[in-house]
């Protein structure tokens, strides 16, 4: 089945030390977008990229990076995770077009330590 | 800018019992809307969606939900409530376009008591 797919479910990390978070999709779809989800909270939108150009929310901290070496996979950095980094991680997909429609992955609870 | 109000933040029902969920959008022109469900511990599931045309929409897992331009409202309904569809339920609207970003609405969590 057609997927997208978040590796690794979960992650702890100490203070300060790099992480990075992983997603591929077999749906190959232009777009995919990296989420914030803390607790009961709605998801936020930290970037997308549509094919190979990145678009970045206004309010994102400079400490999320995300890259996206092709169309298949796309990687979320955080370069020195704070204890508010603490969430989870939601990858989605979409196809870019008129009735674009974005699914999610299963996500990566990521705890600060 | 684009908004959506989930008035409920959290309800409770029995099993078998119908349930509605109430989300309100503001946006100038015809939205696009979605719901996603999200089971602890997991990502979003797509429930259902609408574009255009018919405003009843079905979806997955029995639900259903109506477009209403003059309410500015789009509710999620399910006659027969399982214990299985004890959630959390989001509520999204995307302006007209090609990938334009989705605002979520601020969840309602659902219980279902047997």
């Known amino acids: 089945d057609a997927m997208v797919i978040q590796n690794p479910r979960y992650q702890v990390t100490q203070f300060g030390k790099p992480v990075t978070l992983s997603c591929s999709q077999t749906l190959n779809h232009n777009v995919m977008y990296w989420y914030q989800q803390k607790s009961s909270q709605a998801p936020k939108l930290l970037f997308h990229?549509?094919?190979?150009?990145?678009?970045n929310e206004a309010d994102t901290p400079d400490n999320f990076q995300s890259r996206r070496p092709n169309t298949s996979f796309c990687f979320l950095d955080i370069r020195s995770p704070g204890l508010g980094d603490t969430a989870m991680y939601l990858c989605?997909?979409?196809?870019?077009?008129?009735?674009?429609?974005?699914?999610f992955g299963p996500g990566t609870r990521l705890t600060v330590l | 800018a684009q908004s959506v109000t989930q008035p409920d933040i959290h309800i409770t029902v029995s099993e078998g019992a119908s349930l509605e969920l109430r989300c309100n959008y503001s946006?100038?022109?015809?939205?696009?809307l979605f719901w996603y469900v999200q089971s602890p511990g997991q990502g979003l599931q797509l429930l259902l969606k609408?574009?255009?045309?018919?405003?009843l929409v079905q979806g997955i897992k029995g639900f259903e939900a109506e477009f209403k331009r003059s309410q500015s409202s789009f509710n999620l309904r399910k006659p027969s409530v399982h214990w299985s569809d004890a959630a959390e339920y989001f509520c999204a609207v995307r302006e007209t376009g090609t990938a334009s970003k989705l605002t979520f609405g601020t969840g309602t969590r659902l219980q279902v008591t047997l």
């Open positions: 990229y549509y094919d190979k150009d990145f678009n």
């Open positions: 609408y574009f255009s045309g018919d405003t």
């Open positions: 946006y100038g022109a015809t939205p696009y």
């Open positions: 989605a997909t979409s196809s870019g077009g008129v009735t674009d429609t974005q699914y």
